[in-house]
């Protein structure tokens, strides 16, 4: 098989797969061969350059023997897709609704029990603990600053 050139495709999760290819083949034509109905959605990059022309030949690339390619498939043609509107998610503000979202309020009520039960039972909570309990309001008091503020 002469003329054959082996291409290692890396992916983002470090697995690797071995293209055979021709340096005269394309860009384009070495996405439809391994990437067959997703050529819209992958993005080739060969020593830090996006590889955008299409046309483009291997050997114009200095492509050769050996050489990693670096591949990333993007979710950018599957969302041009328009959605149904009957099933659009309100806005939220400008923040997605989800478990990192929610963990700060929920976080700041068991603050506030924790304070309350500090102020009413006084003799439950030792000078480290309450020194503790006003470190971690500090300490979360700037990570919701940091998350929320302006």
């Not at 340096?23 to 109905?37: A, H, I, M, Q, R």
């Not at 990059?45 to 591949?71: A, E, K, M, W």
């Not at 806005?91 to 976080?107: E, Q, S």
Request: include cysteine; proline fraction near 5%.
């Amino acid at each position: 098989c002469s003329g054959l050139i082996k291409i290692r495709l890396k992916f983002l999760n470090d697995t690797e797969e071995v293209a055979v290819v021709r340096p005269e083949d394309t860009v384009g034509g070495l996405k439809s061969k391994y990437f067959p109905g997703q050529e819209n959605q992958m993005k080739f990059i060969y020593r830090g350059q996006l590889l955008q022309d299409q046309g483009r030949t291997l050997r114009s690339l200095h492509i050769t023997d050996n050489c990693v390619i670096h591949c990333h498939r993007s979710r950018a043609a599957a969302a041009t897709a328009l959605p149904d509107p009957g099933t659009a998610a309100p806005d939220a503000g400008g923040l997605p609704l989800g478990a990192g979202n929610l963990l700060v309020p929920a976080v700041m009520v068991v603050l506030a029990a924790v304070w309350y039960l500090r102020i009413n039972y006084r003799q439950l909570f030792t000078a480290p603990a309450t020194v503790s309990l006003i470190g971690v309001t500090v300490l979360f008091s700037f990570l919701a600053f940091g998350m929320y503020g302006q």
